[in-house]
C-alpha cells in the first residue's frame, strides 16, 4: 500500500528546513516533481543555490520564497500577512493543479499562530490533494488538528543548540 | 564567535538523514566543501543521484557509502564490521586531513551500538579536529558521552509513522 503522505516536521530544534530540503533532494533524485514554498525565510540561503543547480535526469524542484519576513512591528505584520496569503494562493494553486509530486510549504505554521489562517481554512486543501501527492509542512507547534490529519509527524526537540553558548549563526550551517 | 560545530541528529523518528542531506546542501550552496559517510545505507538513494549532480560555483560534496548492510546473521554481522572499520578509517582521515568544511558521518552511532568502536576511540578524533571543521553524526541512541561532546543536539521524535498504519517505504520519501 502506497499513498501520498502528510508529513509534519514540527518541534523548536534544528533541523526541520534542512530535512525538507533533504527531503525534496531525495525526491527529486528519485525523478520526482517538487514544489517548495518558503513562507518565512527569504534570503539567500545554501540550499537554494544548490538546489537550483539540479537539472538533468532528476526530477525537477521549483522554488517560490514568499516569506517578506516577519516583525512584531505593525506595518511589517502588514506586510508578512499580504505575502503570506499570495503564498497560501500559490499553495492552493500548486496543489490543486496536481503538477507536483511532493509540495513543501516550509514555515507555513506561523500563518495559524498568527490568526492569518484557520485550521479549517487550510485543512480542506490539505485532505482533498490529489491522492498521490506527498505534502509536507513544516513550522513551530502546527496544533492539534494539523496533527490529528498527518501521517508522519516527526518533532525536532532541541536538546542542546550553540547559540546558547554565544555562537554565533554561521553560513552553510545556518542559512 | 564562530567556530566548527560538533552537531548530533538523533532520534527514532524520521529525518535524520533528510536533514543531513539538507545540511549538505545547504553547506555545499555556500561553497563549503562537504564529505558524506554513510554507515549503513548502500542502495541508490535519490539524494545521492541528486547531489552527484551539484557542481559549477557551489562547494563540493563527496559522498561515500561504506555501509554493506547488516544483519544479526553472522557472516553479515562480519562484513558489516569489516565495512564500519574500513569507513571509520575514512572518516579518520578525511578529518584529520583538514580538506572538508563538512564531514558528516551518517548512521555512525550504529557503530558503537555493535562495540564495533567505543567512545574512547572515537571522541578523542572528533575533538581534535581542525578548529574551523563541522561535524554532523546522525543515528539512533549515540550515548551520554558523545552527546556532551557535541554542541548542537536534535532529537527527531516519532510522534506518527505510516508504516504503523500499514504503508509501505515510498521511493522519493523513504530512499
Given at each position: 500500500m502506497t499513498q501520498g503522505l502528510f508529513?509534519?516536521?514540527t518541534g523548536h530544534g534544528k533541523g526541520k528546513t534542512?530535512?525538507?530540503?533533504?527531503?525534496?533532494?531525495?525526491?527529486?533524485?528519485?525523478g520526482l516533481r517538487v514544489c517548495i514554498i518558503q513562507f518565512v525565510k527569504s534570503r539567500a540561503c545554501g540550499e537554494l543555490t544548490a538546489l537550483e543547480q539540479?537539472?538533468?535526469?532528476?526530477?525537477?524542484?521549483?522554488?517560490h520564497q514568499v516569506g517578506?519576513?516577519?516583525?512584531?512591528?505593525?506595518?511589517?505584520?502588514?506586510?508578512?500577512?499580504?505575502?503570506?496569503?499570495?503564498?497560501?494562493?500559490?499553495?492552493?494553486?500548486?496543489?490543486?493543479?496536481?503538477?507536483?509530486?511532493?509540495?513543501?510549504l516550509d514555515e507555513f505554521t506561523y500563518l495559524l499562530h498568527f490568526h492569518i489562517l484557520s485550521p479549517g481554512?487550510?485543512?480542506?486543501?490539505?485532505?482533498q490533494r490529489p491522492?498521490?501527492?506527498?505534502?509536507?509542512?513544516?513550522?513551530?507547534?502546527p496544533g492539534e488538528e494539523l496533527l490529528d490529519a498527518a501521517d508522519?509527524?516527526?518533532?525536532?526537540r532541541?536538546?542542546?543548540?550553540?547559540f546558547k553558548k554565544g555562537v554565533a549563526a554561521q553560513k552553510g550551517i545556518e542559512w
Open positions: 508529513i509534519i516536521y534542512c530535512a525538507a530540503f533533504g527531503q525534496a533532494l531525495r525526491a527529486a533524485g528519485q539540479l537539472s538533468g535526469s532528476t526530477g525537477s524542484v521549483e522554488i517578506s519576513g516577519f516583525s512584531w512591528r505593525d506595518k511589517e505584520m502588514t506586510r508578512f500577512k499580504e505575502s503570506a496569503l499570495a503564498g497560501w494562493q500559490l499553495a492552493r494553486d500548486k496543489i490543486g493543479s496536481g503538477d507536483c509530486d511532493l509540495v513543501i481554512d487550510v485543512l480542506p486543501v490539505f485532505t491522492e498521490k501527492m506527498h505534502l509536507l509542512v513544516t513550522g513551530r507547534d508522519l509527524v516527526t518533532e525536532m532541541e536538546i542542546r543548540h550553540p
